[in-house]
């Protein structure tokens, strides 16, 4: 994390973000109406049900996390800043090999946004 923003996105197609400036790499943010510390709570239960994945970082406003594919256990980064004063966490899903991911990256984003969305209605 640079600032108050994730990492921008290289040139090659393998990564999305929330911030990106492309359009080609942006998906929205994870969006909440519950407190901060809920939101974080089930962002954290989120990208823990995500299968081969391991916590690098937790903090109270960002979350890094590192997951491997099934059968040759490349490593992508997942990258959460939840803002002080905003009701939105940024995203960045970017793979650290290759040049494409044949949408894996975008697909792991909608993938959290489904568990972390699940998990909110749960607190509901």
């Known amino acids: 994390m640079e600032g108050r923003r994730l990492r921008p996105c290289p040139s090659s197609p393998n990564c999305v973000s929330s911030q990106a400036e492309r359009a080609s790499q942006r998906v929205e943010p994870l969006r909440y109406e519950v407190s901060r510390e809920v939101a974080r709570k089930a962002l954290i239960e989120a990208i823990a049900s995500l299968p081969r994945t391991e916590f690098l970082l937790q903090r109270s406003d ?6 491997r594919s099934p059968v040759f256990r490349f ?50």
């Open 62 to 67: 960002f979350v890094h996390a590192v997951q």
């Open 75 to 124: 490593a992508d980064d997942l990258e959460c800043y939840l803002p002080p004063h905003e009701n939105v966490i940024h995203v960045r899903s970017a793979s650290r090999v290759g040049r494409y991911d044949f949408g894996v990256n975008r697909r792991r984003v909608e993938r959290l946004r489904r568990a972390f969305e699940k998990r909110l209605s749960e607190c509901a």
